[in-house]
């Protein structure tokens, strides 16, 4: 990870947001396995090797209509089946992810708790619909409880994604292995690659990822976009830009405009000091990440007024998001108050991690609070928070170098040392 030039004295220096997890992007597992050559060092078979489907949403949500009408017959006609009312619940999951409207995330909750009274035994889906809804509604550890209970990929691949953000990284690369074994698909294999890197095992990591793409199918077109991203960030933090790069195309290849291929290609533009390329990438992607990476380009050109409206129109669409989800987006708000540097906003870029933090412990989210209360001068709050987060076993050098500037505010002089060097083996 880069260190940029810092805004204020106070802060500390901004930088591209880290890797997008994207476990939400993983969507539903797939089952079907193909067999590839392992990649060795270029990605061949490239993008262009088969066609990816990429149907229009349009028509995949008159397809999901017409599924939630059958099985709104089928219901009408017996009240009290209980799968059809699990059928119905995951047709309704299918259109939230869709449209990303909450209303569908209620009506699913809705049916799959109809579907457990009238069929409370053997209803696994009903159980996995309700981790869905907890997932997305970031109850992770109830999302991990509730698809501990169903039997199946997807509801495992559901638990690990919970485990992974509540901070379980030894239970949530068990669980990757269990899985991968059950199915050694693209998507089991990218969400054990993840475990793999939460743990801090970046070789294996690669691996995972590498051989996602080899047996990658033509329908999973956004399964492939999302693994060679990730793949992608994962070599620019070894410092292997052109490969990256690569990747990054080979995803808007498959996934025209995917954004986070995008905003992880201009994160790259900015760390390599080509701010108006960045800024062009950030304007091609709408989503409150893109604002604010144009106010950190803004800032880091010495254009003080500019920054200041970038961060004024990111903070009015953060706070919209906050508003109508207290943990939506709360952590990017946080980032903004921090990388701002109002000393008036540091109270509410903890009280905002600290909330996050209840419901998410993954490196990246006790990272950022102990950036806040660092922020602060709250250095002995800070202090075992950044450790539970390198307890994790993330490789990252931003967190050791935040880890050791909280030492060296402390006094122990002899800990920052090892943190600091640490940070560099990684950069």
């Not at 149907?55 to 099985?71: C, N, Q, R, Y």
């Not at 800024?279 to 920054?307: F, N, S």
């Amino acid at each position: 990870m880069s260190a940029l030039t810092p805004l204020t004295p106070k802060n500390r220096s901004p930088k591209p947001r880290k890797a997008l997890v994207g476990l939400a992007l993983l969507g539903t597992l797939s089952l079907l396995c193909i067999t590839a050559p392992p990649i060795k060092n270029k990605l061949t078979p490239s993008a262009f090797a088969y066609p990816y489907d990429l149907s229009p949403s349009g028509k995949v949500s008159e397809s999901l209509t017409a599924e939630i009408a059958a099985a709104q017959a089928r219901i009408q006609r017996n009240p009290e089946d209980g799968l059809h009312l699990t059928e119905l619940a995951g047709a309704y999951l299918k259109m939230a992810r869709i449209t990303g409207a909450d209303k569908w995330y209620t009506l699913a909750e809705e049916s799959a708790r109809q579907s457990l009274d009238n069929l409370p035994f053997n209803n696994d889906g009903a159980l996995l619909a309700l981790a869905k809804v907890a997932e997305a509604n970031h109850d992770f550890a109830e999302a991990a409880r509730l698809a501990e209970q169903a039997a199946g990929g997807e509801a495992l691949a559901t638990r690990v994604t919970a485990q992974l953000a509540i901070g379980q990284i030894a239970e949530a690369n068990a669980g990757a292995d269990e899985l991968v074994e059950f199915s050694p698909s693209m998507a089991s294999l990218t969400l054990r690659a993840l475990a793999r890197q939460a743990k801090g095992d970046r070789t294996g990591a690669l691996k995972d990822f590498q051989q996602a793409i080899a047996v990658e199918q033509p329908g999973e077109a956004r399964g492939s976009a999302l693994a060679r991203t990730l793949l992608g960030k994962l070599y620019a933090d070894q410092g292997d830009h052109e490969l990256a790069v690569s990747l990054y195309q080979e995803a808007l290849t498959i996934a025209p405009q995917y954004p986070q291929a995008l905003l992880n290609l201009a994160d790259l533009k900015v760390q390599q000091g080509r701010y108006r390329a960045a800024a062009k990438l950030y304007a091609e992607v709408d989503d409150p990440l893109a604002l604010l990476g144009l106010a950190r380009v803004r800032a880091l050109q010495g254009k003080d007024a500019e920054a200041r409206s970038q961060w004024s129109t990111a903070e009015t669409v953060l706070r919209e998001k906050v508003a109508a989800n207290p943990l939506d987006h709360g952590r990017e708000l946080a980032v903004l108050l921090l990388e701002r540097g109002d000393e008036e906003d540091q109270a509410e870029a903890i009280a905002l991690m600290q909330a996050e933090a209840g419901n998410r412990r993954n490196a990246e989210t006790l990272d950022t609070l102990a950036w806040a209360l660092s922020a602060s001068g709250r250095w002995e709050e800070a202090q075992p928070v950044i450790e539970e987060a390198i307890a994790q076993g993330i490789q990252d050098a931003e967190i050791f170098s935040r880890a050791a500037r909280i030492e060296t505010a402390l006094g122990n002089t002899a800990q920052a040392e090892t943190y600091l060097s640490k940070a560099q083996t990684l950069k």
